[in-house]
């Protein structure tokens, strides 16, 4: 789960991380009385799960009242599309905060080293900037160092750190406690990613971080109250929204071909055969491992709430899932749910027999039956036609 | 032969008194598999099916020698059920549950590799050796022996590969599931390693997925250290930057963790990556055969 700026920002404060204070809006008219409230100049930053917004226009500074009611009408509402292509994400939010007087821009963080198990401290004295380019054209400028996960990590550790970045001297201490803070925040809520880009410097040499971004983790939210009420309030699309209140695990995506699949990778797999073949899925959707005909009343509930879906590919490779389950679930939702849609159905592994005989019996003039998974995305891409 | 789980497994599970646990426990058992041991703190002197339930990993070990600990414990409640057996002194733990804290693991993880302890996922479907022993969720009537060892991030789609292979008159010295959330225990370089040395296996299907750099770190390995052929299959093309796919660990991260990432460190050290799990099982039994 990532959280917004704002959230993050908060997050610093409550560990003694020093922050810009500001509030949030999510209206022209609030923003506006937020920036009379907070002076001029400030920042009016849009709020979405996504680097680059500042090059995307984002992020303005309004030295009026004029300019504040100009750059938050611009901002509110605008479409941002991140450096890999992610999104677009539509912008709900701003944050308003007094304008910081900048001497430098840094670069710190502290990330989850999957590979060395690990936790990762990094300090750069080139900030400001997308910091995989001034690790690619400047390794050298990006210290890093791990961290001991089974140790407190302190100010007094992470002051080599800084030191190799070649941080100004006068501000070596605080750039240190800051890192120790950030491992500490890690430590303490359970966030998997934690980056501070940029961390200034002021003109009094206070190090504050100007900018936020924390990823935390889904599995830990059980003892964070607080995020996990942010993470319910996170999902803005209708059906992952729905799924989520289901238990479902569903992804959406933009094209036409609903598919439900029983574990999380051969659900993967089932988007990429059905790719291959020359279609576009609408959606990521694992019915899990013990899948219950209720689930999947459920799951085509969910796909089938998406309009652009045109046909639904069901791939089950039946371990602990039994297909006669399945079976009798597609029964089930097509008598409870008014499926005008193609089903193409591949029933394989622990009673597909059974399941396969329910099916016949059930004799549903929209279902398709396929023995083999290419055989199945191939006839679902047939029966869904173009990519609307 | 085969890899970590065989006929001198003699295996103890945590939470063999839960719904889960007893069904996938003695699931187990009646594949062949030496169950000695049940854990259920404060239902010591019970027993589920006249398989004794101890309060302690511990005890079970000390006096019905358990080797091998399952753990089956809710989420919140299992890194520590993971470090218990860590200290009990088995050889191996396999770590099925899902949903545990990754900090947590982090944490576990080193505590696993100071104490020598083979610590197999969390969220993981286990480790079956075809005809000897079973320890986890496998459905083992997919799998028959054989000469090909699997590992993989995945477990139905495991199945499926073993299925296809199955279905071509081939088998397996091991399957082992490794797990799909971003600390595991055992990543594939772990297995590959033992694949190597174990006699029965002549090659090995690696199956991985987006996120996370295992399967790049697994191909220099293979190009280093592994002289068997390895066949490889890569979920996840489709998936979308940012997003995580039903697995903790299935995400790409900006720009790295892709597919077509892994996909070309694999080729390029001469690995070949099917397209689609039937033409991975195909290209495996292929090689196989010469």
């Known amino acids: ?388 | 032969m085969s890899i970590i789980v065989n006929e001198d497994t003699k295996l103890v599970v945590s939470g063999l008194t839960g719904r889960e646990g007893s069904f996938h426990g003695l699931r187990n058992q009646a594949y062949g598999t030496d169950l000695v041991a049940g854990v259920t703190p404060g239902k010591g002197g019970q027993d589920i099916e006249g398989v004794p339930i101890f309060d302690s990993i511990r005890e079970a070990v000390e006096q019905q020698g358990a080797n091998t600990s399952m753990i089956f414990v809710p989420a919140r409640f299992a890194a520590p059920a993971i470090d218990e057996a860590i200290e009990s002194g088995v050889e191996t733990v396999i770590a099925i549950t899902e949903g545990i804290p990754v900090l947590d693991m982090l944490v576990t993880y080193w505590k696993a590799k100071q104490a020598g302890v083979r610590l197999i996922g969390p969220n993981c479907p286990g480790v079956l050796s075809p005809g000897r022993a079973n320890v986890g969720i496998i459905p083992a009537q997919f799998f028959d022996p054989g000469k090909i060892g699997v590992v993989s991030k995945s477990g139905t789609l495991t199945y499926q590969i073993g299925n296809e292979l199955k279905q071509a008159g081939e088998g397996n010295s091991s399957i082992v599931g490794i797990g799909g959330d971003p600390i595991i225990g055992s990543d594939f370089i772990d297995i590959l390693e033992l694949y190597e040395a174990d006699p029965e296996t002549e090659m090995i299907v690696m199956v991985g997925e987006i996120g996370g750099d295992a399967e790049e770190r697994a191909a220099e390995f293979i190009a280093s250290d592994i002289s068997k052929p390895v066949v490889a299959y890569i979920a996840g093309f489709t998936a979308p930057p940012g997003k995580q796919m039903g697995h903790a660990g299935a995400i790409i991260s900006g720009s790295s963790g892709t597919a077509q990432a892994k996909k070309e460190a694999l080729e390029a050290k001469g690995v070949r990556v099917g397209e689609s799990p039937t033409e991975t099982a195909q290209i495996a039994v292929e090689v196989l055969r010469g």
């Open chain 1, 1 to 388: 789960m990532d959280l917004l700026e704002y959230q993050g920002k908060q997050l610093f404060a409550a560990h003694g991380i020093a922050v810009p204070s500001g509030e949030v809006a999510s209206t022209v008219e609030d923003a506006v009385a937020a920036a009379e409230r907070i002076g001029y100049p400030c920042a009016i930053k849009a709020q979405v799960l996504i680097g680059g917004r500042g090059k995307a226009g984002g992020i303005k500074i309004a030295a009026d009242r004029g300019e504040a009611e100009q750059h938050a009408g611009a901002i509110l509402g605008m479409d941002i599309v991140g450096p890999h292509g992610e999104g677009p994400f539509r912008v709900d939010q701003v944050w308003i905060e007094g304008g910081s007087a900048i001497a430098t821009e840094y670069y710190a963080s502290v990330i989850l080293d999957r590979g060395e198990k690990k936790l990762l401290a990094m300090v750069s004295a080139k900030g400001g900037m997308d910091i995989e380019a001034v690790a690619a054209e400047d390794p050298e400028a990006l210290v890093k160092e791990h961290v001991d996960p089974t140790k407190p990590f302190t100010a007094a550790e992470a002051r080599p750190i800084v030191d190799a970045a070649g941080l100004a001297e006068d501000v070596r201490d605080a750039a240190a406690e800051v890192l120790a803070k950030l491992a500490e925040t890690a430590q303490a809520e359970d966030a998997t990613l934690i980056e501070v880009n940029p961390l200034i410097v002021t003109e009094g040499r206070e190090v504050v971080a100007l900018d936020a971004k924390v990823t935390i983790d889904g599995n830990a939210l059980y003892r964070h109250e607080g995020l996990a009420e942010l993470d319910a309030e996170s999902i803005d699309d209708p059906q992952e929204a729905m799924a989520r209140e289901k238990g479902l695990t569903y992804v959406k995506l933009d094209g036409n071909v609903g598919i439900l699949a029983n574990g999380a990778g051969l659900c993967m797999s089932t988007l990429d055969v059905v790719a291959q073949a020359g279609g576009a899925p609408a959606n990521f959707l694992d019915a899990g491992g013990g899948s219950k005909a209720d689930a999947i009343v459920d799951a085509l509930t969910v796909i089938t709430t998406d309009p652009k879906v045109t046909a639904i590919l069901f791939n089950i490779f039946g371990g602990i899932t039994r297909c006669d389950e399945i079976a009798k679930g597609i029964v089930e939702a097509s008598s409870r749910l008014d499926l005008g849609l193609p089903l193409v159905v591949r029933l394989d592994g622990t009673n597909s027999e059974e399941g396969l005989a329910i099916l016949a019996e059930a004799g549903l003039a929209n279902l398709h039956q396929e023995t083999t998974m290419l055989g199945a995305a191939q006839k679902v891409v047939e029966l869904a036609g173009g990519s609307s």
